[in-house]
T-cell receptor
Framework: EAQVTQNPRYLITVTGKKLTVTCSQNMNHEYMSWYRQDPGLGLRQIYYSMNVEVTDKGDVPEGYKVSRKEKRNFPLILESPSPNQTSLYFC??????????????FGDGTRLSIL | GNSVTQMEGPVTLSEEAFLTINCTYTATGYPSLFWYVQYPGEGLQLLLKATKADDKGSNKGFEATYRKETTSFHLEKGSVQVSDSAVYFCALEGGGFKTIFGAGTRLFVKA
């Protein structure tokens, strides 16, 4: 089954304790992206990656890091989490066939609470 | 820069009512436009898309037409069901590998 898998689904942690949210896709997609969803703001893009070792900032990258060492994986790293990073996070992937018309496939989300 | 504006919700309808959720956009060039749906506890799923002016996307009874003259991509359904209750997001991909989402519109359908 084609899917995007995020882990963990839920996490409660404390300020300053480094954490990683994993994301893996089994569709051989070139493009992967991280979003955060906050009430009234919709989804805002954090980082995206066009392929292995190619990443770039989205609209809200501050406080986050990513890496793309393998095509299937795109982890999101919070080196020193703060309460304003409490949010619902989504990973997504899509094929890239030279245009901008491919839909994204989303994981089920990770709800992070930073105390 | 590019932007997407959706009508605020929540929208509450009775079963079999007509649905319209407005979406307008600002973009340079020729963006692709999408509607995604999010059911409780799940990620977003593609509902429909349109890639050029005057294209009509359709799926599961939902439709939206890419109107370049009014920069709009309104979502419509002729007869909603309780199972359509969800959050709907309008989105734009304008090149540059960035996707812009609207704030989302929550739909409640009553039996």
């Amino acid at each position: 089954e084609a899917q995007v898998t995020q882990n963990p689904r839920y996490l409660i942690t404390v300020t300053g304790k480094k954490l990683t949210v994993t994301c893996s896709q089994n569709m051989n997609h070139e493009y992967m992206s991280w979003y955060r969803q906050d009430p009234g703001l919709g989804l805002r893009q954090i980082y995206y990656s066009m392929n292995v070792e190619v990443t770039d900032k989205g609209d809200v990258p501050e406080g986050y890091k990513v890496s793309r060492k393998e095509k299937r994986n795109f982890p999101l790293i919070l080196e020193s989490p703060s309460p304003n990073q409490t949010s619902l996070y989504f990973c997504a992937s899509s094929a890239w066939i030279g245009g901008n018309d491919q839909p994204q496939h989303f994981g089920d989300g990770t709800r992070l609470s930073i105390l | 820069g590019n932007s997407v504006t959706q009508m605020e919700g929540p929208v509450t309808l009775s079963e079999e009512a007509f649905l319209t959720i407005n979406c307008t956009y600002t973009a340079t060039g020729y963006p692709s436009l999408f509607w995604y749906v999010q059911y409780p506890g799940e990620g977003l799923q593609l509902l429909l898309k349109a890639t050029k002016a005057d294209d009509k996307g359709s799926n599961k009874g939902f439709e939206a037409t890419y109107r370049k003259e009014t920069t709009s991509f309104h979502l419509e359904k002729g007869s909603v069901q309780v199972s359509d209750s969800a959050v709907y997001f309008c989105a734009l991909e304008g090149g540059g590998f960035k996707t812009i989402f609207g704030a989302g519109t929550r739909l409640f359908v009553k039996a």
